[in-house]
């Protein structure tokens, strides 16, 4: 008999379906899901398709798989991926064949696509130095595999990307008998290329740490010479794709996306309009500026905040425009000297990808009056703006950060005070303004609120 163990984060779209395709086969008589905290319904639709949930203590996919594999009640175990539907019709029976004909231990799953980036510029070059024996598997980061639970029992199991070649590497070590086998054509999508970075330094990170430690330290030059090759050509492969594959798109929060301003609606419900407008007429330093507009806010809960952005008036077409700029593969972000609490529900709000803002701190839920201004809005060697503190900084940090140049980013905003970063963007759009010099700088100025002319130049 077969349990079938799937880690799961935020999978409602697919779970059921998948829960459903394994109990279609005879020989599966459990199915866990063990579960990372999902914030949507995913454990709920598991557990009305029959699994067993298992919630994780900490999240990881392989502290997920260790539980999962604690908890089987069988001795064949395989492990699916929960955001793929559908699987291949024979998917189970080709994973499990050569365990319950007892052919192997281990069963890695392969399917029809070509090999992955990290695949091909890091783990196999990897492999073929460490661990030949490895060498000639063609998805050695796969995901769905199956084998016996007494051979997974002795795997210590990694807690980040590299968890899978690590328990190939783990079972190759422990003598296990390995077949890899292809299951078909699978709908999957690749990873991000923001994401690569890191994937490729813990895929690297596990193939190393299983080497045994005098074959790092006995390796020729030429093979020390070869790891440095590989680490150049991925950096080099990363920065080529990512600036020539992403472009980015910018707005201003308020008076951009907001039809007005958050702290005026907090003043007008709160009663500091007077406070406010003090202090503006009064302090010209904008980070004191900041912090002491931030006092105002003190004992104010974070739902009696998002009460008032959730009401604040959006420009009407900015959901279809997002959702157009990302199909066209912009990455689309918000830059704000508002707060992060603001600025990251309205990126959830429109569909956007990050969010930069000023963080307000909260003890038990209210706010305490402190604001910490990131490091990312502060002048640095490398700014090119001349300013302290300036949202351009910020914007070169958020280029550095997905790997975007500077040429590719478009910002949109209608302040005065945005003057710098519009004019250091790639093209910058002055969306409704009244203030000429902005228009002057802007690549294109839109005089009516409608972002629709934006799509002509992106």
């Known amino acids: ?21 394994c109990f279609n086969d005879p020989q599966v008589t459990e199915v866990i899901v063990v579960d990372d905290n999902s914030e949507d319904d995913t454990v709920a639709l598991a557990r009305a398709a029959g699994a067993r949930v298992i919630n994780s203590k900490v999240r990881g996919k392989g502290l997920s798989m260790k539980e999962g594999i604690t908890e089987a009640n069988n001795e064949i175990l395989i492990f699916l991926d929960g955001d793929i539907d559908p699987y291949p019709e024979k998917t189970l029976t080709l994973l499990a064949s050569p365990l319950l004909n007892d052919e192997s231990d281990f ?5 029809d696509r070509n090999a992955g980036r990290i695949t091909e510029l890091v783990a196999k070059p990897l492999l073929n130095i460490f661990f030949p024996g490895l060498s000639g598997f063609s998805q050695p980061l796969s995901g769905m595999i199956a084998g016996k639970k007494n051979f997974f029992n002795r795997i210590d199991f990694f807690n980040d990307y590299g968890v899978d070649i690590g328990i190939l ?39 190393i740490a299983k080497a045994q430690p005098q074959t790092v330290f006995n390796m020729p030059e030429a093979e020390i010479s070869s790891i440095e090759t590989i680490q150049r050509e991925m950096h080099n492969t990363l920065k080529e794709n990512l600036s020539g594959y992403h472009k980015m798109i910018v707005f201003n929060l308020d008076g951009t996306i907001f039809n007005g301003r958050f702290i005026d609606e907090c003043a007008n419900a709160f009663g500091f309009k007077n406070e406010l407008a003090e202090l503006r007429a009064s302090e010209r330093d904008p980070i004191i500026l900041t912090k002491r507009i931030g006092l105002l806010l003190n004992g104010k809960t974070m739902d009696e905040l998002l009460n008032i952005v959730s009401n604040i008036e959006i420009i009407e077409d900015i959901r279809l425009v997002v959702e157009t700029l990302k199909r066209k ?44 201004l990131p490091s990312y809005f502060f002048a640095s060697p490398e700014s090119i703006c001349g300013h302290a503190y300036c949202k351009t900084n910020a914007l070169q940090y958020a280029c550095d950060k997905y790997n975007v140049s500077l040429k590719n980013c478009i910002v949109v905003s209608n302040d005065r005070e945005d003057r710098c970063i519009l004019a250091h963007a ?18 294109l ?5 409608t972002l629709a002319p934006l799509l002509n130049i992106a």
């Not at 008999?1 to 395709?21: D, V």
Request: charged share 20%; glycine share 8%; no cysteine.
């Open 1 to 21: 008999m077969i349990t079938i163990i799937i880690p799961t984060l935020n999978e409602a779209k697919t779970i059921s379906n998948i829960i459903r395709f």
């Open 107 to 111: 069963v890695k799953g392969t399917f």
């Open 169 to 207: 590497i783990d079972m190759y070590l422990m003598q296990a008998r390995i077949k890899e086998v292809n299951i078909g054509y699978i709908e999957n999508n690749s990873k991000p290329w923001e994401s690569l970075g890191k994937m490729s330094k813990e895929v690297s990170r596990a193939i």
């Open 329 to 372: 593969h912009y990455l689309v972000g918000i830059i704000s000297h508002s707060y992060t609490l603001i600025a990251n529900y309205v990126k959830q709000n429109i569909g956007g990808d990050f969010a930069l803002a000023n963080q307000l701190n909260f003890y038990r839920g209210k706010a305490t009056g402190e604001v910490n």
């Open 426 to 443: 790639g093209k910058g759009v002055a969306l409704g303004t009244e203030d000429e010099i902005l228009k002057k700088i802007a690549h």
């Open 445 to 449: 100025s839109i005089p009516e609120r």
